[in-house]
């Protein structure tokens, strides 16, 4: 059964530390996304990929948060440092693009909370 | 610039009733629309999607969505509502060959007995 699968799936940290949130995309998919969540501005599209290059990061404050594939099997969102603000639930999906547009799947989130 | 308007951010019916779902898209060039469920700390997972085949697009646990260029809709519809239905539901669209998905800010469905 083919997933999305995003580490961990839960995290508390102190304001200040660093935050590395992972991601391995389903076998075969070439483009991964990172939604954000929040109760107050919904689903945002924080960044993503399409055959490991970056597209698109317009939705992500560069000053802190950065997005990265090291290979074809894992996605990274690391914050630095983190504030009580980036609470939220991150979405990793991936999906593949080959001409024809489909959908994305998604994992189940990591739950941030900065204390 | 493409975007989607879900209309009513909470929706309530009984067991057995009806269940519509409205979403309003905009879109200069031609869409590709999906409707998403979101139960409690849980992922998204694709309900159905429209690709510019049937304007009528049958999706998963009964549910469907009716393409309407002139009103510029997708709106959800499923005939029965079950308990179970329970859940969030983002309606998202997209365009040209990219999948990047544009989310309506979603409706959550409360299905009382």
């Known amino acids: 059964d083919a997933r999305v699968t995003q580490t961990p799936r839960h995290k508390v940290t102190e304001m200040g530390q660093e935050v590395t949130m992972r991601c391995q995309p389903i076998?075969?998919?070439?483009?991964v996304f990172w939604y954000r969540q929040t109760m107050m501005q919904g689903l945002e599209l924080l960044a993503y990929f399409r055959n490991r290059a970056p597209l698109d990061d317009s939705g992500m404050p560069k000053d802190r948060f950065s997005a990265e594939m090291p290979d074809a099997t894992l996605a990274t969102l690391k914050i630095q440092p983190s504030e009580p603000r980036d609470s939220a639930v991150y979405f990793c999906?991936?999906?593949?693009?080959?001409?024809?547009?489909?959908?994305?799947?998604f994992g189940q989130g990591t739950r941030l909370t900065v204390v | 610039a493409q975007s989607v308007t879900q209309l009513g951010s909470h929706v309530s019916v009984s067991e057995g009733a009806l269940v519509l779902l409205r979403c309003n898209y905009s879109s200069s060039v031609p869409p590709y629309l999906f409707w998403y469920v979101q139960y409690p700390n849980q992922g998204l997972q694709l309900l159905l999607k429209?690709?510019?085949?049937?304007?009528l697009v049958k999706g998963i646990n009964g549910f469907e969505a009716e393409f309407k260029k002139s009103e510029t809709s997708f709106h959800l519809t499923k005939p029965s509502a079950h308990m179970s239905d329970a859940a969030e539901y983002f309606c998202a669209v997209s365009f040209g060959g990219y999948n990047k998905l544009i989310f309506g800010a979603g409706t959550r469905l409360a299905v009382h007995p």
């Open positions: 999906a991936s999906g593949f693009s080959g001409g024809t547009n489909t959908e994305a799947f």
């Open positions: 429209y690709t510019s085949a049937a304007t």
């Open positions: 076998l075969g998919h070439n483009t």
